[in-house]
């Protein structure tokens, strides 16, 4: 079966079999019991487990699974529905467990347009989980920074919290193809951090014009959860403050059984020039 993934030794185009993929100069990758297929280099492996490991997979699997970014989610179908056509190909770069994905693939499936996507994540603990998600999805374990996927044979990029990796996305993207580009707002999850820090700080806002892209508009998303107190330890586990929180932080997060808190998201939409 056609794919959209690129062979990680050779480049050329990769053919999705049951329990395999192979490209034409005989290079072979076994995929997963899940689905999802190993394309990442040893080279290019920085750590034994690289990406997020287990139990942060797993807590933003539960918080995601939870609904609270619901709002997010539909925001982004509605952009993809309005900037994508027939038969679409679809990038989620650094994907994680598969939550929008997954919620991107129904959308455009329901709406009738067949679509064709893929997730890339270097976390092999997210990719089982988004493989579960949605079968009819490709997924490989690889770097954003070297995506296995051919250039000019995607028409929406998606980039959610994860890393920027503008050269490859211009790259992967057909020339007038959309990159949407989720980044917190200056005030996301304001009373987690004020309960965290002594002195938090609000996220810069600033619309940056990347080269080879041109702005299209940027879409505010702005919600209010109430997380109780498990939930609330599993949305510190997928933020970055897990690694830079001072204890006596974490111990007045404990001591809460719950939380009001904000969350707003910018999502900037761009859309690829000609060359
Ligand atoms: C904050 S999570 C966001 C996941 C998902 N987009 C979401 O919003 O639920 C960031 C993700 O980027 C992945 N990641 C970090 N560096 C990466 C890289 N160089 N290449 C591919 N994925 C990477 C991590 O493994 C993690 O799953
Ligand atoms: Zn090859």
Known sequence: ??????????????????????????????????????????????????????????AR??????GYYAPLLRALETLTLTHTRQAPAVLDSGCGEGYYTAGLYETLSTAGRGPRMVGVDLSKMALRRAARRVHEVEFAVASVYHLPVAARSVDLVLNCFSPLALDQFRRVLKP??????????????????????DHPYRNPEENIPYEGFSYETVVPVETVLQVPG??????????????????????????LDGLTVKAAFRIHVFRRGED
């Open 176 to 197: 007038g193809g959309t990159f949407l580009y989720v980044v917190p707002a200056a005030e996301h999850l304001w009373q987690l951090k004020q309960v965290l820090y």
């Open 230 to 255: 498990p939930d609330l330890m599993d949305l510190f586990h997928m933020t970055p403050y897990c690694w830079k929180t001072p204890k006596a932080g974490i111990e007045r997060l404990t001591a």
């Open 1 to 58: 079966m056609e794919s959209l993934l690129c062979c990680p030794v050779c480049t050329a185009p990769l053919d999705r079999e049951a329990k395999v993929y192979t490209c034409p100069n005989r290079h072979g990758f076994d995929r997963a019991k899940e689905g999802y297929v190993h394309l990442l280099p040893a080279n290019q492996m920085h750590s034994r487990n690289p990406g997020d490991d287990r139990e942060m997979a797993a």
């Open 61 to 66: 699997t539960r918080f995601l699974s939870g």
